[in-house]
């Protein structure tokens, strides 16, 4: 059975294919860091700092697949929660080709920055070297400016 993965954006509404073993890997892990993330707790343990920790979260992931006869190529879709640009649209705080996080003139905004790369380098002990998200946006800048 084939598989045609394909990835779909609101604004200009076009699907853009990719390799379905590397989406599948992709939302598969994407599933698994959401459910072993425990920076806060790994924080806890050795007790509270003495400022507020960011209350942050993933976006929605699923993959769907379309019905299909035997000959036909089966087709999924990962589907991912839209953010909007009505919610401050994406901020990027981390790339994924360095471990130092984006400077920012912004104190909050570098806050949460230095928080994110704390926790790439929280994940990737807690998960025994194996894995850490890489590449993180915030979703919801004006929740943290109000906050931090």
């Not at 459910?35 to 960011?54: D, H, N, R, T």
């Amino acid at each position: 059975m084939l598989w045609h993965l394909q990835c779909f954006y609101e604004e200009n509404t076009k699907r853009i294919p990719f390799g379905g073993k590397k989406q599948m890997l992709m939302l598969a892990l994407g599933l698994w860091v959401e459910v072993k993330l425990k920076e806060k707790e790994w924080i806890s343990a050795y007790g509270m700092p003495p400022f507020e920790l960011p209350d942050l979260r993933f976006v929605e992931a699923a993959l769907a697949v379309k019905s299909c006869t035997s000959e036909e190529p089966m087709e999924a879709y990962m589907l991912e929660e839209v953010i909007s640009v009505n919610n401050g649209g994406f901020h990027k705080y981390l790339n994924n080709n360095s471990v130092i996080p984006h400077q920012f003139n912004d104190p909050v905004d570098m806050a949460l920055a230095n928080y994110l790369a704390y926790t790439q380098h929280a994940q990737y002990w807690l998960m025994g070297k194996m894995a850490f998200v890489t590449d993180y946006q915030d979703i919801c800048r004006g929740k943290y400016h109000s906050r931090l």
